[in-house]
């Protein structure tokens, strides 16, 4: 554990001037915020905004009435009154204080997570859509209760949902989408409740998420999703409502996006915040900023929407065959908006389906689901005669390198939708290593088999907690990569953000018909005279993964080299000889040999929780199960070079 003389002396090390008069900045709004706790905005709009995003009900596919929306493990039925300040997790309830003094980790008030899940109001244009399906208004009638019933239980700064600049930015993102699907404008000339509901309680609160927006951004050098849903939040919304400040706010917003968009995004459209989840979320974000621009006549530059079919070219890249997304980093923040399709993969393919309207790109709409209802309603009939227009071919996708990210997709398909995947992971810890998105996960690798996953990144579990969960999951132990000492790659203060990122190395990285090789390294255990460099070679003709590890010591004393693999839950194997084991998962025929170096001692461990967690996969948030790992040890001496290698073989 980092004592805190070390904390301190690493957090200083990370600050710059200019963050430091921003901190000091924040410190006095913070004081000065307080005297307009319980603010009641009065708003008046020369004219209403015409929606700019249209959904056609008569020729909507079904549409399932639910009154419901799955809140991680939990689930909130919205046809009884919410109590927005609520964890559903623990029945725990948030103080209703001056927002910025919560203490978010205090456990006497639960799990903030839950609380902002609901609070988010994803399962609003779900009910605004259902309105507009059946014209039923008692749908309405719910709709205007939910926005009515969160606003007088949020009264301006108070409670925690004013907390987080994220949760407002989203918030409103959902009521710009409702407000389309609704026509607020012209539903407002016809029913005189809605239209008083409108004046006297939705647009006041809206115009207060966009100034709480405007004047809540987090520092640019430690954020990232953070001030792209800030900027793009206050983007649409001032694109649309034009409120006295929304001239200001519109030019301040896309400004910003455009940094952004080329500040967090790398030259192949990879997010620096290292975090596979978190690229629905940000994409998302930077979509519908895009299209609000189109539409509104504001439209961004050729680079923000090069940089858009980047990351959209990267996604297709990205899935295997069957869709599922090789995770590395957090999972995410979550979801922005939806309509439909709740299924993990959902949201990327989604984004297929837009990539393939607007850049025609045919591998897109290969690995999308089709002409979806969130696209339906971005894009109209005129986005369902592009998408029928892109040719449809069956493309044999190969491998795919991003040395300038550290991202590698070593790959082999063949007729059959057969499929050898790996992704290798040479990145650094994340740009903004302050915000702990990032895993101490260099070197690690995945690896799926004709579209079901073997060897696993362990996943996330928890955020925004110092637990003992949260530290397995983003270690470097839970990682298919070396361990030193039990130690992770970089170091971690109270709150576990990473203070001292490493620096990964590319030395090599070449693609060929027969057989694929990446050599990399980082340095994140210089501190403790050591080093790592990990080789991957793709034989394709015998479907071949060799791993060729080399470890150094170079100063005086012993230390534990541990080499992990961990594997599925579903991943069933057996022995067949001395660090030699077969493989099998019930939804592939196909064996999978894993051969671990000689030299080194070999357990199996499953769901280990003493002396330290070990062997434990989540596949989302609060969801864990026991799972096993591999580990493969040895001793390493002083000033030592050790070289393991390990063979992974598909059987055909």
């Not at 900023?289 to 890249?317: V, W």
């Not at 065959?321 to 999972?331: I, K, N, R, S, T």
């Amino acid at each position: 554990m980092l004592n805190r003389y070390h904390w301190f002396y690493y957090r200083l090390r990370s600050l710059s001037t200019a963050e430091v008069g921003f901190r000091l900045r924040q410190y006095f709004q913070k004081q000065s915020d307080k005297q307009q706790v319980g603010w009641k905005a009065t708003v008046l709009l020369a004219t209403w905004p015409e929606r700019i995003f249209a959904i056609s009900s008569d020729i909507l596919p079904a549409f399932p009435l639910l009154n419901e929306q799955k809140i991680f493990e939990q689930t909130l039925d919205y046809s009884y009154p919410v109590d927005w300040h609520l964890d559903l997790s623990t029945n725990k309830r948030f103080p209703l204080t001056y927002a910025k003094e919560i203490n978010i980790q205090n456990a006497a008030f639960g799990n903030v997570e839950y609380v902002w899940e609901v609070n988010r109001f994803l399962f609003l244009p779900a009910l605004a859509l259902r309105y507009q399906l059946t014209a039923d208004p008692r749908e309405l009638s719910r709709l205007i209760t939910l926005v009515s019933t969160w606003v007088k239980a949020n009264p301006y700064l108070l409670g925690v949902n004013w907390y987080s600049n994220l949760e407002v930015n989203i918030r409103l993102v959902n009521w710009f989408i409702c407000w389309n699907i609704l026509d607020a404008s012209i539903l407002a000339k016809t029913d005189p409740v809605f239209q008083r509901f409108v004046e006297s309680v939705w647009l006041p609160i809206i115009y207060q998420h966009c100034l709480y927006s405007r004047n809540n951004l987090p520092f640019h050098s430690t954020a990232s999703h953070q001030l792209i849903a800030g900027y793009a939040g206050l983007f649409v919304a001032s694109s649309f409502w034009k409120f006295p400040e929304s001239p200001a706010w519109n030019s301040f917003a896309q400004s910003g996006l455009e940094q952004e968009m080329q500040r967090q995004q790398g030259p192949n459209g990879i997010n620096r915040a290292e975090s596979a989840g978190s690229i629905p979320f940000i994409t998302d974000l930077l979509l519908l900023s895009y299209l609000t621009g189109l539409r509104t006549g504001n439209p961004f530059s050729d680079l923000y929407t090069h940089q858009l079919e980047n990351i959209l070219s990267y996604i297709a890249q990205l899935l295997d065959d069957q869709g599922h997304v090789p995770a590395y980093g957090d999972e995410g923040s979550g979801c922005l908006w939806s309509l439909d399709d709740p299924t993990p993969d959902g949201p990327f393919r989604s984004l297929l389906t837009a990539s393939a309207i607007l850049f025609g790109d045919p591998l897109s709409k290969e690995r999308s689901h089709g002409f979806d209802l969130k696209n339906r309603l971005l894009f109209g009939d005129e986005g369902l005669q592009k998408f029928k227009a892109v040719p449809a071919r069956e493309t044999t996708l190969g491998s795919q390198f991003y040395p300038a990210e550290g991202h590698y997709i070593l790959r082999k398909q063949e007729p059959g939708r057969s499929e050898i995947y790996v992704h290798f992971n040479a990145a650094t810890l994340g740009a903004s290593a302050l915000v702990p998105h990032g895993h101490a996960d260099a070197l690690s690798f995945v690896m799926h088999v004709d579209g079901q996953p073997f060897f696993v990144d362990s996943g996330t579990y928890v955020h925004h907690t110092n637990s003992d969960w949260r530290r397995y999951f983003v270690s470097t132990r839970a990682h298919n990569t070396v361990c030193i000492d039990s130690e992770n790659q970089a170091l971690q203060d109270p709150d576990l953000r990473w203070l001292n990122p490493y620096v990964t190395t590319t030395h090599k990285a070449e693609i060929s018909d027969y057989s694929d090789e990446v050599i990399a390294s980082h340095n994140g255990y210089d501190r403790i005279g050591c080093s790592h460099q990990r080789r991957m070679e793709f034989d394709k003709r015998n479907n071949r993964l060799l791993i060729d590890d080399q470890v150094e010591s170079r100063r005086n004393g012993n230390h534990t080299v541990e080499v992990l693999f961990h594997v599925h839950p579903a991943i069933r194997f057996r022995a067949k000889g001395r660090n030699h084991f077969i493989l099998s998962h019930p939804q592939t025929k196909r064996l999978v040999v894993l051969q671990i170096d000689p030299a080194l001692q070999v357990e199996v461990v499953n769901g280990q929780q003493q002396p330290g967690l070990l062997g434990w996969y989540s596949a989302g948030l609060y969801q864990k199960q026991a799972t096993c790992v591999f580990r493969a040890y040895l001793t390493l001496g002083a000033e030592r070079r050790v070289e393991l290698q390990h063979q992974i073989t598909v059987q055909s």
